[in-house]
C-alpha cells in the first residue's frame, strides 16, 4: 500500500458501505488499529438548492443534519432529506445512481465519529446488486472527480481514494463461508433478500457466478399488503417494523397499530382484515420468491445460503419449503454479528463480514500482524435453545429457535491468513 505524501498525512479510513433500500449501512475504522464503528443513516435523498442547506441547523447529532454538496448539486441524506424535505428512498432507481451523495455523505458522517480532519485517505468497499457492479467503473471515475472537493456541513472536503472495490450484494457472507470452511464450500446458491431487491450468485469450485437481480425485496411485499388493505401508504416506515412483529401468524393485535380508527371496535376489525390480507400477501410472496429461486437454481446446487433481514422474515415458509426439497440451507453464513452492529441483527450480516475480509487483505498485502481480533465477541447470550412453535401457510409446525448462538472461538480471529 502506498503511503499518502506530503507534510501532513492525512489519515487512513476504511469505510465498507450497503447502500440499503430501508438503511445506508456502513462499517468504518481508521487503518489499522481503529476500533470498527457502525455508522447508519436512513436511505432517504432529497435534492435541494444551495439556500435550503445554508438554513440547516448545525446543531444535533450528525445522522440528522447530513448534506453534501456535489459539482454544484446539493443533497440532503436521511433522516433530514424524510421529514424536512419529503425525500424518498428512490426504490426505482438504481443504487449505482443514489451512489456518490450517499458515499459523501458516509465520509463525512465517519470524519464526524472518528474526529478527522478535511482530508483524507479511504479504502473504499462498495456493496451492490449484482445487476449494477457493472456500473463500478464509471462509478469509480465520478467518485475520484467529486473526492477533489465536495461541500459538507463541516465545509470542503477532500479525499484520496486509495484503494476501491465494488461486490455484489452477498459476497461478504462467501468470503466469510470459504475461509471459515477452508476453502471446501460445495456447489453453493448465495440468496440475499433485502429491502430493495433479492439477488442470487452459485458458487461453484470456490468461485462465485456473476449473480442476478430481482424487484423481490421486502418492498414488494409491503406494497402488495397496502394495496390489499385501507388507509395505508408505502411510505410509512412503521409498516415494515409492525409486519416483522406480527410474525408468521401474522397476529392481528399487533397490526392494529398500524390502524387510523379511533374506536376500540373500528381498531379491532381493522387488525382482523390487515391479518387476513397479511396471510394472503406473505403466501403470494413466498410463491413469487419460490418460483424465481425455481428458475435460477440449477440441478447440481446442493445447498443455499440465505441472508438478508428479508430472508429472516419469511424462514418459516423458506424452511419448509426446501426440507420437501431435501436440499441443506445455512443461515447467514453461521456469522455471528458483534456488539456494535446489534441493533439490526442479520440485516448487517453481509456488510460486517465483507469489511472483515477487506481488513483481513489489507493486513496480508501490507504484511501487518494484528494481535487481536478487529470485532468484540458479543456479550448476550440466548436465553435458551428450545425450539418454538409457529405458524406456517397452512399448519402449525415445530422450526428452530432462531436466537444466535455463542460465537466460536475462531470467529473473527485476525490472524488467519486468507
Known amino acids: 500500500m502506498a503511503k499518502t505524501s506530503g507534510k501532513a498525512q492525512s489519515r487512513k479510513i476504511v469505510l465498507t458501505l450497503d447502500m440499503g433500500g430501508s438503511k445506508t449501512k456502513a462499517i468504518v475504522q481508521e487503518y489499522p488499529e481503529g476500533k470498527p464503528q457502525v455508522l447508519l ?5 432529497a435534492d435541494v438548492a444551495r439556500a435550503s442547506v445554508e438554513g440547516i441547523d448545525t446543531e444535533g447529532i450528525p445522522e440528522s443534519r447530513a448534506w453534501v454538496g456535489v459539482g454544484g448539486e446539493y443533497y440532503v ?3 433530514l432529506a424524510r421529514h424536512q424535505f419529503r425525500g424518498i428512498s428512490q426504490l426505482k432507481e438504481l443504487k449505482y445512481e443514489l451512489a456518490v451523495p450517499k458515499v459523501c ?8 465519529k472518528l474526529g478527522l480532519e478535511n482530508d483524507v485517505s479511504v479504502y473504499l468497499n462498495i456493496l451492490l446488486p449484482p445487476g449494477e457492479t457493472q456500473d463500478k467503473v464509471q462509478l469509480e471515475t465520478r467518485l475520484k472527480e467529486v473526492f477533489r472537493g465536495f461541500e459538507t456541513p463541516a ?16 459476497s461478504g457472507v462467501f468470503f466469510h463461508r470459504r475461509r471459515t470452511s477452508g476453502g471446501a464450500i460445495p456447489t453453493s446458491m448465495f440468496v440475499m433478500v433485502g429491502y430493495r431487491n433479492a439477488s442470487a450468485f452459485i458458487v461453484r469450485s470456490g468461485v462465485p457466478s456473476r449473480g442476478i437481480t430481482s ?3 421486502m418492498s414488494w411485499l409491503v406494497n402488495n399488503f397496502v394495496s390489499k388493505t385501507s388507509g395505508l401508504s408505502p411510505d410509512n416506515t412503521s409498516i415494515v417494523e409492525v409486519l416483522v412483529e406480527a410474525g408468521a401468524s401474522c397476529d392481528s393485535q399487533v397490526l392494529q397499530k398500524l390502524s387510523r380508527k379511533r374506536k376500540p371496535d373500528e381498531i379491532k ?6 391479518s387476513k390480507a397479511l396471510l394472503l400477501v406473505r403466501d403470494e410472496y413466498w410463491r413469487a420468491m419460490a418460483r424465481w429461486l425455481r428458475s435460477r ?6 445447498e443455499l445460503v440465505f441472508c438478508g433481514g428479508t430472508a429472516d422474515y419469511i424462514r418459516p415458509e423458506i424452511d419448509a419449503y426446501f426440507e420437501k426439497e431435501g436440499i441443506p440451507i445455512s443461515w447467514h453464513g453461521d456469522i455471528v454479528i458483534p456488539d456494535i452492529a446489534s441493533s439490526l441483527g442479520n440485516r448487517m450480516t453481509d456488510v460486517v463480514a465483507l469489511h472483515e475480509h477487506m481488513v483481513l487483505e489489507f493486513d496480508r498485502v501490507t504484511n501487518y500482524e494484528r494481535s487481536q ?11 435458551s435453545v428450545t425450539d418454538i412453535e409457529v405458524k406456517a401457510n397452512t399448519s402449525t409446525r415445530l422450526v428452530p429457535n432462531y436466537a444466535p448462538r455463542p460465537v466460536p472461538k475462531e470467529f473473527l480471529t485476525m490472524s488467519d491468513k486468507i
Open 41 to 45: 443513516m436512513d436511505s432517504e435523498v
Open 77 to 79: 441524506l436521511g433522516a
Open 105 to 112: 455523505g458516509a465520509i463525512w458522517l465517519a470524519k464526524e
Open 155 to 170: 465545509g470542503r472536503m477532500r479525499v484520496r481514494m486509495t484503494y476501491y472495490n465494488v461486490a455484489s450484494e452477498g
Open 215 to 217: 424487484d423481490l425485496g
Open 269 to 274: 376489525a381493522d387488525g382482523e382484515s390487515m
Open 297 to 302: 437454481r440449477e440441478d447440481d446446487v446442493c
Open 373 to 383: 481480533s478487529l470485532f468484540d465477541a458479543p456479550t448476550v447470550k440466548p436465553d
